[in-house]
């Protein structure tokens, strides 16, 4: 599978940005996509996840704020980030388990996507 993340920049504070990751690749079945957060000196954290069946998890900084979503027809996962802070700065990651055929699970990982919130 690809995973093709986009939608990155730079904002200022209170500002919003939309994340794009679209999933590619042949004979897979995408289960559950998410997006992580890596700020500089820091672990990748978990920001958002959605399951193949709709339910979503927020990590408890970004509720109420970032919402993710689903295209299933198109296997892409989107971010939309409201009321930026400048804590929020970090290289954006998209993530999906999926099955290549009826029984291998797999996960892979995007490249990342920089987002910088000025203050």
């Known amino acids: 599978v690809q995973l093709q993340a986009s939608g990155g920049g730079l904002v200022q504070a209170g500002g919003s940005l939309r994340l794009s990751c679209a999933a590619s690749?042949?004979?897979?079945?995408?289960?559950?996509m998410a997006w992580y957060r890596q700020a500089p000196g820091k672990q990748r954290d978990l920001v958002a996840r959605i399951s193949g069946g709709g339910s979503t998890y927020y990590a408890d900084d970004v509720k109420g704020r970032f919402t993710i979503s689903r295209d299933s027809s198109e296997n892409t996962v989107y971010l939309q980030m409201n009321s930026l802070k400048p804590e929020d700065t970090a290289v954006y990651y998209c993530n999906a388990n999926y099955y290549v055929g009826s029984a291998d699970f797999r996960i892979h990982w995007g490249q990342g996507t920089e987002v910088t919130v000025s203050s």
């Open positions: 690749g042949s004979g897979i079945s995408i289960m559950a």
